[in-house]
């Protein structure tokens, strides 16, 4: 009886067809190796730790009481990557109130979905940061920094909250409602559409005559931290006499007006983030006044048939296709009064 090499041996087509098998498996284990390292186990399941937070003006604090959930998600560990732009847009999520990220996975189907957890260094779905610091803006930084080359079509970045008083409404229906086609044309869309606190003249850096509306926590500290930082943060470009925009660093944003800056000036950004003395409250609202100003170029933030910020019901029904007619706070006559120098 012939044995199996014998027969192998013998017979040029069972050589081939064994050789074929071989290079399926080596190619194989070569996709898998490099998924792995890409993709850094793609959708996984782990333990995220949740920061709470302050509740004033909408901003988000990095380093409080933990609380663990379980959710699965798919993630880009926060790596350099020299790969074609991804297809699929992405959801950032910063630190969150002491609630439950699990909304998160109602939107894997569409979204790439990030959750940067800086409380917890260990969990394997951690996206790293640099440092505790700034709030958001750390993380909304370092996700630009590690993925500039490689940016979704656009990107939405919030808070890890559902719901808050700073949007108006559930955060996945304003997601699953954001019109596409607006967001284009416009190229950067706040999820907040009301004008208080900050619209139509929040900040005036040169000359500290700003109006304030509402309880205006920290406002002064942030005009002149904004003031002085502002040769470090923007070395080509003029200070403004006016900043505004509305609240409250949640915003969607395309490719485009991400890179209509250079990964060196996020660089710059973040390591003035990760060098100041200021507390995390004043250096967070720094960028948080300054993120449509980032992605846009405007100051005071405009559509371009307008002269200040959308109006509360144009961005509704415009941007998110919410057209019930209500009625919206209205800023003090003299924030109104104030020239807006764009």
């Not at 996975?105 to 990030?114: A, G, S, W």
């Not at 260990?122 to 505790?132: D, E, F, G, I, K």
Request: proline share 6%; charged share 20%; hydrophobic share 40%.
């Amino acid at each position: 009886m012939i044995s199996v090499q014998e027969f192998a041996s013998s017979n040029p087509k069972v050589r081939l067809c064994a050789a074929t098998l071989l290079c399926l498996l080596f190619l194989g284990a070569l996709i898998e190796a490099w998924r792995e390292d890409t993709f850094a186990g793609g959708i996984q399941q782990g333990s995220l730790s949740i920061g709470q937070t302050d509740t004033d003006y909408g901003a988000i604090s990095l380093e409080q009481t933990e609380i663990n959930i379980n959710i699965d998600v798919n993630v880009n560990m926060g790596k350099d990557s020299q790969a074609p732009a991804l297809l699929r847009p992405a959801i950032i999520a910063g630190a969150v109130l002491a609630h439950s990220l699990e909304w998160m996975q109602n939107m894997t189907d569409e979204y790439d979905v990030f959750p940067f957890i800086v409380t917890d260094t260990s969990s394997p779905l951690h996206l790293a940061v640099p440092a505790n610091k700034g709030r958001e803006a750390m993380v909304y930084l370092s996700y630009i920094i590690h993925n500039y080359d490689n940016l979704p079509p656009y990107a939405i970045f919030t808070h890890g909250h559902r719901t808050a008083w700073h949007q108006e409404r559930d955060i996945v229906d304003m997601v699953q409602d954001l019109r596409i086609p607006a967001l284009e044309k416009a190229q950067y869309v706040s999820l907040r559409f009301s004008w208080s606190p900050s619209c139509p003249a929040e900040l005036r850096p040169k000359h500290h005559d700003a109006v304030v509306w509402g309880d205006g926590d920290h406002l002064r500290e942030t005009e002149d931290a904004i003031g002085d930082a502002w040769g470090a943060l923007f070395p080509d470009e003029e200070l403004p006499e006016t900043i505004a925009s509305q609240c409250c660093a949640q915003f969607a944003v395309t490719r485009e007006a991400i890179r209509r800056r250079t990964k060196e000036d996020y660089v710059r950004m973040r390591q003035w983030l990760l060098d100041t003395r200021l507390d995390d409250s004043v250096s967070g609202r720094v960028f948080e006044k300054l993120w449509a100003f980032i992605m846009t170029g405007e100051a005071v933030h405009a559509k371009a048939d307008e002269d200040s910020c959308p109006a509360p019901q144009t961005a509704a029904c415009e941007y998110f296709g919410y057209c019930d007619t209500r009625v919206w706070p209205t800023p003090p006559a003299e924030m109104g009064a104030l020239p807006i120098a764009r």
